[in-house]
């Protein structure tokens, strides 16, 4: 990867690879973007980064209810693994889910879930990071 750093040892043993670092691993600024969905919460998104944040139109989300965009990314193979979270910066505490629903090469789905008994009309920032498997 053109962003990666050595920043530790990895070793091989019959049951798994281990990875040790001596500094943070992550991914350098270069390797992150911010998108940001123009028209609705449905709206699907561009990021060809490995990592970065979506900000979320701020339309109005019924109480209990999912929505769901795709966010296409031009790195993203079959078996790389997303991990995303609500940031707390725009939402409103505990008040959201949000998970990958499905996944191809090039794009994942992205699903989030007003948990509360109440309409949220908030611009829920989502991070995203992509652990690359070879």
């Known amino acids: ?3 990666s750093v050595a920043t530790g040892v990895a070793y ?34 561009t990021a060809n980064t490995s990592a970065g944040q979506i900000t979320m139109n701020a339309a109005s989300l019924a109480a209990t209810t999912n929505v769901t965009f ?13 991990i995303v979270n609500v940031a ?7 008040a959201y889910n949000c998970w990958i629903s499905s996944m191809l090469a090039g794009s ?8 509360t008994a109440g309409s949220l009309s908030e611009a829920v920032v989502i991070n995203f990071a992509i652990i690359h498997n070879a």
């Open 1 to 3: 990867m053109s962003n």
């Open 12 to 45: 091989s043993d019959p049951e798994f690879t281990t990875c040790l670092a001596s500094v943070s691993l992550g991914y350098t600024d270069a390797a992150q973007t911010a998108v940001t969905q123009a028209t609705s919460k449905s709206t699907g998104v």
């Open 70 to 82: 795709t966010l296409t990314n031009s790195l993203l193979s079959v078996k790389d693994v997303v």
């Open 88 to 94: 707390s910066a725009n939402a409103t505490a505990g």
């Open 108 to 115: 994942a789905t992205i699903t989030l879930r007003n948990i």
